[in-house]
Every structure is written in C-alpha cells, then in structure tokens.
C-alpha cells in the first residue's frame, strides 16, 4: 500500500501497488478532468507527480517538456511508490471551492458467512455425507441380500436407522459392492424434516470420502452463476457465470411468461434454461478437474418465475391478478429428471418461495445471509429490475416486492447499459467549470451509463444544485455541456469523438426521471413496508444489500437520491448475490433446508399494490431525495452547508 | 343337476346339465374305454343309455341298429336329464373288479380373500383413495399459492397433514384446478409406514371420486397375468393373461439370467417384460372401457429373479453360490419410470421377496390368501419348475425351495406338454385288460401330457400294481399296451392313428423317474422345513396349494404317488394364482403393504441345499409313494385292500 498526497486539495489516501493514478484521486475525492473513461485519449487527465514514482502514464498528449517536468496522465498512471501529486487548477476560483466538503464515498462492507461461524454456531449438519464401510462378505451362511447387506451393517455400526435406498441406487449396488471385495463407500442424503429418513443415493467402490461436492446455481432472470463447492472443506472451488439462455425469449419475467403460455413455449423455455446450467456446470467441473459423479447435490435458487420454469410448471397465473404462483415449497427431486447432467444418484434442492414476487433467490439470501438467525433488525433489499424488500430478524419477517422498472440496469436511459466494458461507472465535476471526470469499466472510451454510474452522477449534480430537486438541471447554467433539446436539458458526458459511439453521450432529463421512478419505488416500497409492520427506518439495525447493482452503487451517493434510507452506512452490508450465496450455504448445512420451511411460514407477504398508503410513499419519493427532506438529516446538512460556503464564494468574488 | 346311475357299477353321481357323459363317470370312478381323448373318432367308448334323455352322441361308429336299442358314445352324449346307464364289460371276471375301492378323487377347495372378509376384519384401508374438494377461489385478499390452497384446505377440511406433492402434480395443479372453477378431485396414496406422509399424487377437475382403479399383475416366468380392480367396489373388473415375452430368450429363469448377462441383454430382457405388461395393461383397460389415467396403483409380484429384470437390476449373482439377490424391498417407484404405460401419476408397489429363490409371487400368496393373520399352522406350497414352500402363521414363517424341475410343466416326460389343448388331463384304465381312458383338455384328439394328467395315471396305475413303487411297468403283464424299448419299458396311451400327432403315445420309465424326481424334491423340502422347525405333518393344519398346476391336480393321486403328505383332503385349499390374489389384495388395502414388510422380517429361509438332511429325505423319496410307507397310511390301508380283493378273485377265477 502506498501513500498518495493530492495538491493542492491537501487530501491523501492509500492505495495499492499498481492502481491507476485517477482511481485513486476519485476514491479520495479528488476532481480531474477526464472524458475518455480512462482509455487514455482525451488528455485532459495531466497532473504533476512533484514526488515519488508512477509506471507508465506517458502519452502523446504530452509534450516532451511536460513529461521532462513531471507530468503525467492520470488515467494512465500506475501508483509505483508513496506519491504526491499536483492537479492543476485554472483559477483563484478553482482553487477556493477546494475545500468544499466532499460528498462521501462510500461502498458496503461486504460479508459473508463463512465455514467457522457456521460450525462455531452449531450450523454445520453437512446434507450430504459419505461413509465408507468394509462390508462382511456373503457365505453360504450368510447370504443376505446385498442391499440389506449394506442397510444392516450401517444400522449396526453406524446408528443409521430405517435408511431408504432408491432402485438407481439398487441397480448399481450388486456390481459396485463386489468391485473392491464389498469395500465401498456410501452416499447418504440427510431428511430435510427430522421425522423423514436418510437415503442412499450412491454407492461408490473403495473409499470415495475425500471427493463429495455439491454445486450451488443462482438462476437469475439475467445471469446464472454456478458455484463447485467442496463438501469436505466448504470451499467454493470453481465458479461461472454465463447470460441465462431465456434472455432471447424475452429480457423480463413478464415476457418470458407470455413466451411459456404459447404452445411449447413452456417446453422451449424450459429446456433453454437447463442448457444454460448445464453448460455452467460443465465449466465448473472442468475448471475443478472433478469428476462429474463425485457431486452428490446441487441447489438451484432463483425467482418465482424462473424456478417454475426451471421445474416446467406453467408460470401464467403469476402475472396475472390475484399473482398466484403454481406453488412456493418444492420437495428434493432427482437432477436428471430436470435434464440436469448429472449423476443418477444426484439431489436437486429448490430454494421455496413467498409469493409470485417474492421469490426463493430473496428466500435464500435470507438464509444464506443469517439474518433469520439474528436478533437484529435487518431491512434485506434486493435491486434489480424488481425490488424485494425483507424486513425482519429471528422472531418475524415481512416482505414486498415492487417494480423499480430497468432504469438499474440500464433500461430506458437514453444511454443506459448493463454495467460492462466501457459504461461510465463512476463520476466527478469540475463546481465551477463543470467539466466531468468519466471512469468506465475497463477503463476504455464511454460508450453508455450503467446504473451506478447513473446514481453518482445524478447524486452529484443534485448536490451540487445542477440538477435541482425535481430532476430538472438549473437552466441558468452557462456552460456547453448543459444545452436544451426539444424542451428538456441534457447534460453532455462526452463528445462525439471521446467516445466508442461516435455521437455525444448526454445524460438527459427523462433519464433522470426514470431513474426517480425507479428509486421512488424502491424507497417507497421500504416505507410502506415499514409502516405496515409500524416501525421507522430508524428502528432497522442494519441493511443487507444483496444483487449484482449493490456491489458497485455508492452508498452515500444512493442516500443522497433517495434511493435508500439514510442510515449510517456503517449499518449496510453488501452480500453479493445473495441467491448464489444462500444456494451454496444450504449445500453446506442441512441446518438450513430444514429452518426455511418454518422461515418461509413466518413471513408475512404484502401485495403493494393492495396497500392504500404505497401510492402516497410512491408520489412523496418522486423528488431528489424526497418531498421531504428531513428523512435524510445528513444530507439536509451537507446541502445547508453547501449553500453557505456558495454564497461566502459569491461575496469573495463580488469582492474580487 | 341330474342324478346319474351307472351300472353294473352302481355309481351314482349328480352333474350339471350338457355335462359330457365321459366326463360323470371319470368323476364317478367309472372306468369307461377311450382312446381318442373325447373327441369320438375311437368309437370305443359306448354305453348303453337305459333311461333318460342325453344330447348327441350319436356317430358312424355305432350301427344304426346299436343307436337304435340306445347306444351312444360316451365322449359325444351330454346329459339332459337323470340317466341309467349301463357300461358293456365283457367278462364276468371284468364285473367282479366293479367293486374294487376306486381311488377317491379329489380337487382342493378353492378360496380367496374378498372385500367382505376384509372389512369384517378391518383391513379394508385403501391405499389410494380420492377426495372431492371445493376449494375457495382466490382473491386479492388471499393469493396462496395453488398447492397451498389445496393442501391447505384438505388439513383444515379433511384433517390430512404433512401431504407430500411431487413436482408432476405440481405441474398440472394450476390448470386443472381452474378448470372447473377450483372444484377439484385429489388422490392421495397412503403411506406404507405410518410415519411417513400421505402423498398427492393426482388432481383431477370436477368430482371424479367414481373413477379410482388399480391394477394387479403377476409377473410369471412363463406367464403374466393382469386384473384390472375397481378401488370403490373391490371387484376385479377385466383380466387378461399373456405368454410372458421373455420366453424367447429363455424358458427357465437361470437361462434368463445368462441372457440378462450379455451385453445389452438386461436392457432387452427387461424391456421385452415390459411390453408384455404394457400390453396385459391395454387389453384389461380396453376390456373394461375404462381411461387408462383413472389408474392409480399398480402392484406386481413375481419370483426374485423376473422382480430384478421388471425392475433392471442386473440378476446375475442369484445364481451364483451363495445365491444373492440384490434386495428384497422396493419403495413405490413410478410405473412410468419403468416404462409401464401409465399416468405419471400412477404408484408402482413390487412384492418384496425372502431370498433369490422365495420371491415375491411367494409373499404375495401368504400375504394374499391372508394366512399371516391366522392361528392356523399352514403349509403353503406353490408348485411350478421350482416349488416354494412356506411353513407358518400369524407368529412365525420358515420358508424353502426347491428345483422340482419341469416334469409338471411337461418337461422331461417324452411326450409333455404345458396343460394345453389336446393334453391328457384325465385318466382312467381297465384293471383286466389295461385298456385306458383317456380325457384331453378341448376334448380332441391327444397330442401329449400335462402335469396333472401324469400325476393322475402314474398314480392309478401304481394303486393297481402295474408300476412298481420304484416306477417300473410290472413286466409280467401280458398286454399289448405295455412294451419294451431297449430294457426300459412303456406303456401305450394312444396307438398312433388314434393320437394327433402320428406316433404312439406312450408314457416311458423314464417318464416315470422323472415325475419320481420333482415329486421327491417337493415332499422332501417340505419334510425338510418341516425338520427344522421340529415338526411334522400332523402339526400342519392346512395346506394352501398355489400356482396353476395347483388347480388341476387330484389332491388324492398326488399323495399317492408321494408329492404331498397325506392329509385329510378337507384341509387343503387351492388358492390359485397366488401371487396374483396377494398382488390384487395388496391394491385393495394398504393393510397388506404395512404387514408385508413385518411378515419378511418374520420369515427365516432355509437353503435346502444347505441342509444336510434334505440329501437323505430326497433319496427316501425317490419312490412311490415313499421308503416308508407308513407316512402314507391312507394309501397303505387301500394297496392292502386291493391285495386282498385281488387274493380273493384269483382264487374265485380259479375256481371258475
């Protein structure tokens, strides 16, 4: 880690060896110029290294005298060694708003449970546990049938009770036991409900009990990721992600349920989403180098739709009124009668669900997060496309789902992208000249916005009065990046040719009202929530933010829009993708497949759109952060603060 | 029924109205000439019709004038009304005989379990029963999800808890129950062990409760045969028998075996045993005009090995030392997983069995002809190419079996044949001039001989001194019929032109042996069990005869030539197709499929050949009846008659 000091912002921060120099500026709240997203062709990025070392940087965007006196581009720039650092300011004006407060950055702690809680908890009841055993071997005497062989001895020796063994597992029983003169191990299943019995669901010749995996699927709308996990260590030990294969029938649920009610529609869909994960599987078993037979279970978590059309069962009274689902409890199934390829022996377990919009991929971040176990109040949100809302701890539960429509993801902003290779995912002004620092994945020229991006520059810029309370930029602005369209402002991000796209990349004012749309939404969703169960956001304990969106939203920044609560952000906890999380903690301890049951009876569903006072949080919350601004304390300060240092400014340069 | 008075017999028998005449006096223990086995080409069987009326029986072998004085064939005459009728000997030394004790003759009682019965008892418990339902139709207000609604309300409505859906039924669940308006029909399997759950295993739109049926089929080496039973009445409503396919991949189970261990061969062998119950399944369906997915329940019992090919377990160690089969019980699986043509829906239940060589046909039988309910100590014997023999009651079980070999199936015996048309099945002979009466099944011409049919003359013409008790044809008899053929001798049935097949007919010596060798087999397992349980055949109760051998056989003629213990003929019963009554009762009340699992546990198996007394009791028996003919005293007593009887007409003929 190495030290970087700022001038003449005074402002300094650790970084690691190898960082981008403008990484590290924006981490520390230090504005520079930059429109290329980092790629390293605008040249706008030059700063002085006054002492200490940088890899690369150079450009031809320098001149050789620059470079012989120090300077660098940013955005190029590798931290080699401890640092300081010259940005060059243009004015006296500059330079006074310098110490202006920054708005604080801010991600989520990330957390997760891990193996040695669960086991200093008591919570490691492994589901699926291998025995070996040195069988007595048949004689005239004792010519007992192989099964009963096999189910005797582990009564006798093991204080295995009433063992189930199914005809696959029969079948292969008479050849396997006598491969290594009746040495064998065993494969057994553990009841999820303590009255139900064990089962033998494989029979393997020798001793096998080093390899025993599980893998753990998060069957999202968007994406699949599957997890190799081995059952011995509680490691993860390979992981893929790849788009799930329905997308070309449809981006959302709703569309993907109008494709399954056309004839073979269901069929079709059905049959695209197991290719998908059988195709992750295949990956994660060649990137562990495991042999396909050695995994004894695998855990699929996803939405309500996806998990009726992984399980081909007609999802079309989902969306239509009253929303109901097919079923929310599924019992364990053999995987191949899902056309999942795996072995004959192999369980597959179905996170269940609540409701039609509240599906097992929140059910099992629940699970999978701990949060059913804790005293703590906890607010679980989930932001995609849909929100879910979890609000409870050990005792209750209460959960919603709303529409935040795709604005998260990109949808219906005029640039908008899914947060990959060259979307502007991170964000800076210039308060006086306005120019913007743009970062994109990749760190290559912009060609659109993805959805945290989208939080920071709107954050920003409604902190800094740009953009004003309702959305709309201050019109006396004089500035070329801010020009008027038909009516509406828009605020250019980048010039045609700084960019992949060849036209201007601006962030227009319907953008931003869909991106209020979408948090108004959400926060009103939290809200009515709350107010059903007749508590304040004050009473939650802590946030658990769980998708792919939470990884990279700035927290402070989310707050300051109105799209989460303000709460100490100390308090927020990103826990990935809680659905994949929740799926390979259940591979793990059977602890919880038999807790969700009683989890998923203990939570009360709210149909928002039931719920008289949702339409009055909604309209309240469609304002930047909220019609009223007393909710967000913190940022009610900062804005007063602001508008102090501003008017001092003014009179400064009135003096001037 | 017409009274029937034979002369100069003095026999009386009462018949049913068109019996053949030919067919009252083998019942009566008249003998009367016949050669071509009823179907009147041999003219030999004429009498004289004194009184009453007869139906045909009127044929070019008689001269006008002998129809005219009221001659008629025997074969061809049915009876019409009460009958004199007198037959023609030819000497008064023929007339003496008239009073000889004719062999008794005897078929065993014919019982089964029925429904009554069971209620009486309290075992009539369904196992799959259905449920009308009106469920209440969903609103905003109450959206659980469909399988919720339904298992729900038949909690709170029907006091059903913890039901188990599976994923097929969870699939239809949302259309059918929208159906008719949420007015549905659930089936609901019971659990074999009460501490398990009941299981939804079909719904159905509207009230289908009228429409539950269940299928039994006996999976037999040689034959399948299927009933299609109706689930509300009890009543077996189509049945249907097949030649199972197998056959052609081998007669016997061991050459099953061998072909079930080539490459590919369990595969083929066990779908060829498919299809032939897919199409038992078809016919018994259609028959009964019924929809083939009103079918719930399908049990099957067969021996281990035809259980372990239905099922595609590899066989091949149940003929090895030491005699291993893979397992005894199976879980409900299925039927469709089998390939059986049923709903999804549909259960399939397969017999458990004892030990590779005591299947589950055999379980079936004790369970089924309900003698694990009773006090009564009963020796269940089920007599095919192999004879399995039970020993038990409500207490205890010991159980065995034996290679009888295929004599009673026709095997071995020169001119055996399965109890098929143009089979000897009924015989009689002259005591002086050894002329037979030949009775074939179909009333035509003889082709060959079938079980019963060998049981019966090898029995006659032993009680009458013209076999020895070691199967030797008396040689000093002066008779065409009887010849020698290369030192052994053999007597003539049917001289060619009188048969269908061009050839004498003859039953041999060797013939003979071989009957003596499986009778030998049975009664010494039988004395064997009886061994080691401490016991002997006067402690046995009764006896259950099973099997389709069973059905034929004269119970007296088999205990003259030594197959079964001599027993008061009153306290056997012929139970029939046993396995196929324990597989249909088993259908009807799950009290059976609870109890079989005890019963198996119960029943201790003996391995003859493991036995050191079985050798000896074997050898003792290789003889009619028996070494010792005090284990016969019936017989002694009617062989010492007969010596004397025939003392007393030796003398009277010399003194003539």
Redesign the interface.
């Known amino acids: 880690m190495y030290m970087i000091q700022f001038l003449p912002h005074e402002k300094k921060i650790e970084v690691q060896d190898g960082e981008y120099l403008i990484r590290a500026a924006l981490e520390a709240g230090v504005h520079i110029n930059a429109s290329c997203g980092g790629e390293g062709v605008c040249g706008k990025c030059r700063v002085l290294i006054e002492n200490g070392d940088v890899g690369e940087g150079i450009s031809e965007k320098l001149s050789e005298e620059d470079i012989k006196k120090g300077y660098r581009l940013a955005c190029k720039a590798r931290v080699k060694s401890d640092l300081v650092v010259r940005i060059p300011v243009e004015s006296a004006i500059d330079r006074s708003v310098l110490n202006m407060p920054a708005t604080p950055r801010k991600t989520a702690r990330i957390s997760q449970m891990n193996m040695d809680d669960l086991k200093e908890k008591g919570l490691f009841v492994p589901p699926v546990e291998k025995k070996y055993l040195e069988l007595p071997v ?11 062989r096999l189910v005797s001895f582990l009564k006798l020796n093991h204080g295995e009770h009433g063992l ?4 696959p597992v ?2 292969k ?3 396997v036991i ?1 491969k290594k003169d009746f040495k064998i191990t065993a494969t057994l299943v553990r009841p999820v409900h303590d ?2 019995k064990s089962q033998i669901v494989n029979v393997e010749a020798g001793d096998t009990t080093d390899k025993n995996y599980a893998i753990a699927i998060d069957v999202g709308t968007t994406t699949i990721y599957g997890q190799l996990i081995d059952l011995n260590t509680g490691e993860s030990i390979s992981e893929y992600g790849d788009f799930n294969g329905q997308i070309s029938y449809g981006e959302d649920v709703i569309t993907r349920i109008m494709y399954a009610e056309k004839h073979n529609g269901l069929e079709k869909i059905h049959q695209v989403v197991i290719e998908t994960i059988n195709r992750i599987i295949d990956r994660i078993v060649k990137k562990a180098d495991i042999d396909r037979d050695e995994i004894s279970t695998i855990t699929l978590a996803g939405n309500t739709t996806m998990t009726q059309l992984l ?4 999802p ?2 989902i969306r239509r ?11 364990p ?1 053999r995987a191949v ?1 899902l056309g999942i390829e795996l072995g004959d022996h192999a369980f597959a377990l179905v996170y269940p ?1 609540i ?2 919009y509240v599906g097992g991929d929140i059910v099992a971040g629940v699970m999978g997060s701990g949060m059913y176990l804790s005293e703590e109040l906890t607010l679980y949100l989930d932001i995609g496309t849909n929100a879910e809302i979890v609000i409870g701890n050990k005792d209750w539960f209460a959960c919603a789902a709303c529409s935040a429509g795709p604005a998260f993801e990109g949808g219906g902003i005029q640039f908008g992208m899914r947060a990959a290779k060259g979307a502007i995912e991170d964000f800076s002004i210039d308060p006086v000249t306005l120019e913007p620092m743009i970062m994109t994945i990749g760190n290559v020229r912009p060609k659109g916005i993805c959805g945290s991006g989208l939080i920071i520059m709107v954050a920003i810029m409604f902190e800094m009065g740009i953009i004003s309370s309702s959305g709309k930029f201050d019109r006396d602005i004089d500035t070329p990046r801010i020009r008027e369209n038909d009516g509406l402002c828009e605020y250019v991000l980048a010039w045609a040719d700084e960019t992949q796209i060849d036209r201007d990349l601006v962030l227009t004012e319907i953008d931003i009202d869909n991106l209020i749309r979408a948090k108004g939404a959400i926060y009103s969703g939290c809200q009515t929530l709350l107010d059903e169960v007749g508590m304040s956001i004050n009473d939650i304990d802590r946030i658990f933010l769980a998708g792919g969106f939470g990884s990279y939203v700035d927290l402070e920044k989310a707050m300051t829009i109105g799209l989460l609560p303000e709460i100490d952000p100390e308090k927020v906890t990103f826990i990935g993708n809680g659905s994949l999380m929740g799926a390979k903690m259940s591979s793990l301890t059977n602890r919880i497949r038999k807790d969700v049951v009683q989890v998923t009876r203990m939570m009360t569903n709210f ?1 928002l759109s ?1 719920t008289p006072s949702f339409m009055d949080h909604y309209v309240s919350a469609l304002f930047l952060p909220h019609t009223d601004i007393n909710q967000f304390p913190r940022l009610k300060a900062r804005l007063a603060q602001r508008r102090e240092m501003k008017k001092q400014l003014e009179n400064t340069n009135s003096q001037i």
């Open positions: 048949p004689t005239a005497q004792d010519n007992l049938p192989d099964v009963t189930i063994v199914d005809l029969i079948r029983i008479p050849e006598r009255e139900r399980l081909k069962i007609n079309r009274y009124a009253p929303y109901v689902p097919a079923s929310t409890m599924y019992a199934i009668t669900a409701s039609s149909e039931e």
